[in-house]
T-cell receptor, first 116, second 113 residues
């Protein structure tokens, strides 16, 4: 099956620093990737839709200048949390759509971000 | 607009008992429906999906779900629970295959020995 690799799986950073999370589709090309955020004991909330070669589409209430998304190739999308604060601590999960079949989304393993 | 409601944030069953996790959806277009399982600190694994073909969908690990348009439901069942089934389960809906997903609140399944 299709594999999506997300890295790192865990990261601890200091307040004010930036953290980059990578999402790679290992054995397929993904024109579209999605970034979700999950708070403890809660559901996944879509943050943004990442499209290869174009600007990401952010959901209402998500600060695009704080959560920078780059989808530079058909196999890689990155999420950078800039000037991180403790309230940004969360579980971030990416998913990639299998192209060209476009039948379902495959999820990465998630990244646990802790800002101290 | 689409939404999903999962009835019961926590479900507890005995090992070997029937598992029933409830999901109701709302969609202005014919929906695509999914069930995912999540283990602690991990991503989501697809259990099964409904994409307008057969209404009874069989998935991995013995799970299945039935799409009932009249009831706007897509409940997940498994005849006999196993200890390894203990996890968080999410129902999700999308307007088209491969598009953005809207998730339910999740149901934590506990399996007692």
């Amino acid at each position: 099956g299709a594999v999506v690799s997300q890295h790192p799986s865990r990261v601890i950073c200091k307040s004010g620093t930036s953290v980059k999370i990578e999402c790679r589709s290992l054995d397929f090309q993904a024109t579209t990737m999605f970034w979700y955020r999950q708070f403890p004991k809660q559901s996944l909330m879509l943050m943004a839709t990442s499209n290869e070669g174009s600007k990401a589409t952010y959901e209402q209430g998500v600060e695009k200048d704080k959560f920078l998304i780059n989808h530079a190739s058909l196999t890689l999308s990155t999420l950078t949390v800039t000037s991180a604060h403790p309230e940004d601590s969360s579980f971030y999960i990416c998913s990639a759509v299998l192209e060209p079949m476009n039948t379902e989304a495959f999820f990465g393993q998630g990244t646990r971000l802790t800002v101290v | 607009a689409q939404s999903v409601t999962q009835l019961g944030s926590h479900v507890s069953v005995s090992e070997g008992a029937l598992v029933l996790l409830r999901c109701n959806y709302s969609s202005s277009v014919p929906p695509y429906l999914f069930w995912y399982v999540q283990y602690p600190n991990q991503g989501l694994q697809l259990l099964l999906k409904y994409t307008s073909a057969a209404t009874l969908v069989k998935g991995i690990n013995g799970f299945e779900a039935e799409f009932k348009k009249s009831e706007t439901s897509f409940h997940l069942t498994k005849p006999s629970a196993h200890m390894s089934d203990a996890a968080e389960y999410f129902c999700a809906v999308s307007a088209a295959s491969g598009s953005r997903l809207t998730f339910g609140e999740g149901t934590q399944l506990t399996v007692n020995p």
